[in-house]
């Protein structure tokens, strides 16, 4: 065992060496790692074959120019990505992220994460993902067109239905997705939806796509509340962020009957003690695209505190859904201490390595976000899967198919983690669950 945990330890030392300076990488592959160990005891066929540092090197990784013009007509010029990961399961899948922070180790951290979420989903998805260093906010709607046209420009020869199919990430949302959607089908002449999800609902978009994540990750709590006897019913619950996951996170909180109170963008944090008013977060985030702190001046009993940290809050179930290691081991702490039983991440790898085992440490209900926030990839997947029968289904149906693949991902994480001896372990069973599918079917592919 600590022999073939030391081989573990050569090939995270070689990706390390191989991918300098590629920390959130380097976090995401170790996350990863850890839990292997035990697998190749049971398997020293992965071993054999390389499974692991084959894994642990993208398929293909594009990185390209994306010049532009800004609306006083200066020339910009971005940085593009596309790491297609792992084509083991099926076309590779994952979103785009437009964020001044992108650089190529968010993206490979993203991609690497993706694969084994797209895995849990138990739909036919390989991982990937994508993005730009381009910063949306205070852009207008026309340079945020002109950017997304210059970026398919360059991208589609990369893409297809069969091949790679990107959706939305951090900054990505509908309206990025209809103009890449357009670019495409201009530069291809081909009418092909499965080529992005994400779209509107009338050019090929599929219900429930919009709230999926969140959703998805509201479920997964449920089911490890359920597991231990509880439930959401007058939970008090912080969702850091304002964007598309916090919303529906807060949305689906409310209807299963807990109560959010906070919320946070990049300034500050909302607390509402009453409870917060979705209907005005919607309107300030999803239609005006306001800041959060004006969510005060029509609440005047709620407060804003600007650069406030939302885990000093005291809550029973948290749900960090804005952005990666916004949890440290202070703040997993503080909210242990402060009486939080359940954390579901709606974000990528929202929670740093000291703050994980606190949360394992404790044995509170801790679901990591590939399994936690599967959710909308999976959606993404049943858009995949109606527009290849050109078909759309009601909102009912697709929502109750969401959950079904939530509840299934929790069982299957639930049950791996007692198999290996770690019962209520969420991160070792989702890393092994999620391996192991991609590992045989690239045992059943060969070398390649
Ligand atoms: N960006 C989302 C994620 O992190 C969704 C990806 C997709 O729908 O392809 O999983």
């Not at 309206?175 to 994400?198: A, S």
Request: proline share 4%; glycine share 12%; charged share 25%.
């Amino acid at each position: 065992m600590a022999k073939l945990d030391e081989k573990i330890e050569e090939m995270y030392q070689e990706v390390l060496k191989r991918n300098p300076g590629e920390t959130e990488f380097h976090q995401a592959v170790l996350e990863v790692l850890e839990s292997l160990g035990p697998v190749v005891v049971k398997h020293p066929e992965y071993l054999e074959r390389k499974i692991i540092e084959r894994i642990c090197e993208p398929e293909r990784q594009i990185i390209f120019r994306v010049p532009w013009q800004n609306d006083k007509g200066k020339v910009q010029i971005n940085r593009g990505f596309r790491v297609e990961f792992s084509s083991a399961l099926g076309p590779y899948k994952g979103g785009l992220r437009f964020h001044p922070s992108v650089y190529l180790g968010i993206i490979k951290f993203l991609g690497f994460e993706q694969i084994f979420k797209n895995s849990l989903t138990g739909l036919p998805i390989g991982g990937g993902k994508g993005g730009s260093d381009f910063d949306p906010k205070g852009k207008t709607d026309d340079e945020v067109m002109r950017f997304c046209q210059s970026f398919m420009t360059e991208l589609h020869r990369h893409l297809g239905e069969h091949t790679d199919v990107p959706a939305g990430d951090i900054g990505v949302g509908g309206r990025e997705i209809g103009y890449m959607f357009g670019q495409y089908k201009r530069i291809t002449n081909r009418y092909e939806p499965g080529v992005l999800t994400g779209k509107g609902l009338t050019w090929g978009g599929s219900l429930v796509r919009t709230e999926a994540t969140g959703y998805g990750a509201t479920f997964f709590v449920n089911e490890m509340l359920k597991a231990r006897k509880d439930s959401f019913a007058d939970k008090t619950c912080l969702v850091s962020g304002s964007g598309n996951v916090a919303i529906y996170t807060i949305e689906k909180i409310h209807q299963l009957g807990g109560k959010c109170i906070a919320c946070s963008d990049s300034n500050g944090v909302i607390l509402h003690e009453k409870g917060l008013d979705l209907d005005l977060i919607k309107q300030l985030k999803e239609v005006e695209r306001r800041r959060i702190s004006d969510y005060v001046a029509i609440h005047k009993e709620a407060k804003y505190i600007p650069n406030g940290n939302i885990w000093d809050i005291p809550c029973q179930v948290a749900m960090p859904s804005a952005t990666q290691n916004e949890i440290n081991g202070k703040d997993a702490a503080n909210l242990v201490k402060n009486g939080c039983i359940a954390v579901g991440e709606g974000a990528n790898m929202p929670t740093t390595p000291e703050g994980v085992k606190v949360f394992l440490d404790a044995k509170i209900a801790y679901g990591p976000g590939k399994a936690a926030n599967a959710g909308g990839v999976a959606t993404s997947a049943l858009e995949m899967q109606q527009n290849a029968g050109r078909d759309s289904w009601t909102f009912e149906y697709t929502e109750k198919k969401l959950e079904d693949i939530m509840i299934n991902i929790h069982r299957n994480c639930y049950e791996t983690a007692e198999e290996y001896g770690a019962p209520g372990n969420y991160v070792l069973g989702a890393n092994i669950c999620g391996f192991i599918k991609v590992a045989n079917a690239m045992v059943a592919h060969g070398l390649i």
